[in-house]
Every structure is written in C-alpha cells, then in structure tokens.
C-alpha cells in the first residue's frame, strides 16, 4: 500500500456507464489516505435522468468511501455541477462527509490551495450551454444546413457565399482555447485570494503546474483517464495515473497530460 496524506479526485460520474469504477476502486485500496476530497462530479445527476447505470463496483465505490469517513478518514465533498443538486446542502455533514461549496486544503509544507470543483470558471457552461451540447457533432449539422442555406440564398436572388459552418467555427472555439481561457480564469482567482494555489476539476485534463505564478492542479476524471492528485507526507503534489494491474499509480508529468488533445472535451463536459 501506498499511505499519502491526501487523495484527491473528480469527475467520477457514477451512474454512467462510461465511469471507471473498478479502476477507481483498485486506486482507493491501493491509496489509503487521512484526507480524501472529491472534487465534484462524483454521481452524475444529469445523466441519471435520461438513464441509470448503476454498477455493484459502484456500489462498492460509495460503501468504500463512507467507510473511509467512518474509521476517521476527513472526507470532503465538492459537489459539481452534474451533482450540484447536493450545493443546496453544503455546510452540512452527511454519514461523516463533510460537504463544502469549496475548502482551503493546507498540504504538509504550508501551502495554501483552493480546492473546488470549477465549472463557475468555464464560460461556455455558464453562459452558452447550447454551445458545448452541440459540440462537434453539431459541426456537421451546421455544414449540412448550409447546403439548404445557399440554396434558399440562391432563390432569394442574395448573392455571395455566406458560410453558416464558418460563423459557427468563429463562435465555438477550439478545445486548446477553452483549456487555457479556463487555466487562466481559475488560476486569476487563486491568485486574487493570495492562496498558492487551486485543486479542481470538471475539464477532464489533468495538469499540475503553474498558470500565472499560482499552482494550477487539475484531478483529472474517472471517465477515461483515471488519474488522481495524492499529496505526501511532505506535502509534495504528484499527479497520478491509475493503470490497473500493477497496483501502484503512475506519477505522470503534466506536459504528458496537457498535451493530450482533449476531442470531443466540450461533449463530455455537457453530456
Ligand atoms: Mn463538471
């Protein structure tokens, strides 16, 4: 086994087919912790409602967690905006689970982090939700339609091309774009609040490393890329990649992580 003092980790989204839940399950045996904080996203309540996938290792995955808290473990809950239905409750503490809108972790060495969830910093699940539910796929539709579009131009007698697809593309920025406009916005409010740094999540990109002078640590998901930020005993952060098997957690470097092309990234936030 491998005891650090914390774990952290987001975007679990139990209830979902796509959740890794027996690799998320041979990562907590394999890293018991004094503190674990999840970083929101854990049950997706969205998509409960379209359908439930409900597995015993998810099961296993609730159970191991309250027991965790049970036998004197601090476990905080951040809740997301897929799980944000439990935001009504924060303050409150649930089978030993304390739940917070957002917490200050202080690692071993002093450091102060933020730690909260992140949704409040992406633009584009705030304001334009349309926007990251059309996505890609929506892309196509876009180019599909203006065939119909020119056509109706045509017999409208409005000359020149106007591209519907090309204006959409101008709107709808690349996912490169929307990491780092995000990176920044999060790290700006670390930095705002004098903390050394934000622990969040909801982007599905892992990272540790520094924005603009501040540690910006993302947790990454248990969707696909099973990865998790532990802290030391000596407070020293490490990002993590869960690779099954071998029963010990990958430290990753974050130029791997952020280099990962996130396709389909606004989708899977959305979804
Ligand atoms: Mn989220």
Redesign the pocket.
Request: zero cysteines.
């Given at each position: 086994m491998n005891r650090v003092r914390s774990v952290f980790i987001?975007?679990v989204h139990l209830g979902t087919r796509a959740c890794q839940a027996e690799r998320l399950l041979g990562f907590l045996r394999a890293y018991p912790s004094d503190h674990l904080y999840l970083v929101?996203?854990i049950v997706d309540f969205w998509a409960m409602k379209r359908e439930v996938r409900w597995t015993p290792a998810q099961n296993t995955v609730v159970q191991k967690i309250l027991r965790r808290a049970r036998h004197g473990g601090q476990v905080t809950f951040i809740p997301?905006?897929?799980d944000e239905a439990l935001r009504e409750h924060v303050g409150i503490t649930l089978g030993d689970i304390r739940l917070e809108r957002e917490c200050v972790h202080e690692t071993a060495d002093g450091r102060r982090y933020l730690v909260l969830?992140?949704?409040e910093f992406?633009q584009v699940?705030r304001h334009h939700r349309w926007l990251a539910v059309l996505g890609d796929k929506g892309y196509d539709l876009l180019v599909r339609m203006n065939i119909g579009l020119s056509w109706l131009r045509r017999r409208l007698g409005i000359s020149g091309y106007w591209s519907l697809a090309g204006y959409a593309k101008r709107r709808i920025r690349t996912a490169v774009d929307f990491i780092d406009d995000f990176e920044r916005s999060v790290a700006r409010a670390v930095r705002d609040r004098g903390l050394d740094g934000v622990i969040c999540?909801?982007?599905h990109v892992a990272a540790l490393r520094e924005v603009d002078g501040v540690a910006y640590v993302n947790c990454g998901d248990w969707v696909d890329s099973c990865t998790a930020i532990v802290e030391h005993h000596d407070g020293r952060l490490e990002l993590v990649e869960w690779k099954d098997e071998s029963g010990e957690a990958t430290p990753i470097s974050a130029a791997v992580v952020t280099g990962a092309e996130a396709i389909g990234l606004r989708e899977r936030?959305a979804a």
């Open positions: 987001s975007d929101g996203d997301g905006n897929h969830h992140g949704d992406d699940t999540g909801h982007i936030i």
